[in-house]
Nanobody, 117 residues
Framework: QVQLVESGGGLVQAGGSLRLSCAGS???????????MAWYRRAPGKQRELVAW???????NYVDSVKGRFTISRDNSKDAMYLLMNSLKPEDTGVYYC????????WGQGTQVTVSS
């Protein structure tokens, strides 16, 4: 089994930055290094959506709304993934989750990001 743990969220003013972390643990936690990984978010009152993803070769992709502001990265030696979020906007508010792409692991608790205007 794989457990995903997200951390690093918080309350920040518009224009600020946060760095989210995702760690895989459990008996199969290292399986994540062999998967394309992604960050998702669920904004208040909305469905969970894909934000950014990174392949095993570290090729990255972003949805248009975060391009140029967010940077996804991974450290396979630590079974970890990160999301550096700069120039945050109120519309970035939500609970952020990590998972494979497509999602194949039980969802973690997520980490709350709140951007105040």
């Amino acid at each position: 089994q794989v457990q995903l743990v997200e951390s690093g969220g918080g309350l920040v003013q518009a224009g600020g930055s946060l760095r989210l972390s995702c760690a895989g643990s459990g008996t199969s936690g290292n399986i994540l290094r062999f998967k394309t990984m992604a960050w998702y978010r669920r904004a208040p009152g909305k469905q969970r959506e894909l934000v950014a993803w990174i392949t095993t070769a570290s090729f990255t992709n972003y949805v248009d709304s975060v391009k140029g502001r967010f940077t996804i990265s991974r450290d396979n030696s630590k079974d970890a993934m990160y999301l550096l979020m700069n120039s945050l906007k109120p519309e970035d508010t939500g609970v952020y989750y990590c998972n494979t792409l497509p999602s194949s692991v039980s969802w973690g608790q997520g980490t709350q990001v709140t951007v105040s205007s």
